[in-house]
């Protein structure tokens, strides 16, 4: 059974940090793709950064800002933000799938139930 777990949300005013985690179990992380998805009110769900058992890689619009790195002893894949902006906020999840990584978050198999952040 596949679980994903994220936590590391909240409210930080512009141009803080956070630093989100997605620990997750039945599935190893370093051998299949992890991603991270945001989805703010009313608008599509959008990659934000991918990883795991491929070479991370972060979107154009967050690149500079956000880092994507990975613990394989804890199976847990980490989200860094810097420098937030209000347009950052959005729930952010993390999802799973057990080919290549790729943006389109319908060919994800498995996600986590998100984190919420805010930036004001």
């Known amino acids: 059974h596949v679980q994903l777990v994220e936590s590391g949300g909240g409210s930080v005013q512009a141009g803080g940090s956070l630093r989100l985690s997605c620990a997750v179990s039945?599935?190893?992380?370093?051998?299949?793709?992890v991603g991270w998805f945001r989805q703010a009110p009313g608008k599509e769900r959008e990659g934000v950064a991918y990883?795991?058992?491929?070479?991370?890689y972060v979107a154009g619009s967050v690149k500079g800002r956000f880092t994507i790195s990975q613990d394989n002893a804890k199976n847990t894949v980490y989200l860094q933000m810097n420098s937030l902006k209000p347009e950052d906020t959005a729930m952010y999840y993390c999802?799973?799938?057990?080919?290549?990584?790729?943006?389109?978050?319908?060919?994800?198999?498995?996600w986590g139930q998100g984190t919420q952040v805010t930036v004001s």
């Open positions: 990883g795991g058992g491929v070479d991370p």
């Open positions: 039945g599935y190893t992380v370093s051998n299949n793709c």
């Open positions: 999802a799973a799938r057990h080919s290549v990584c790729e943006w389109n978050p319908k060919s994800y198999n498995y």
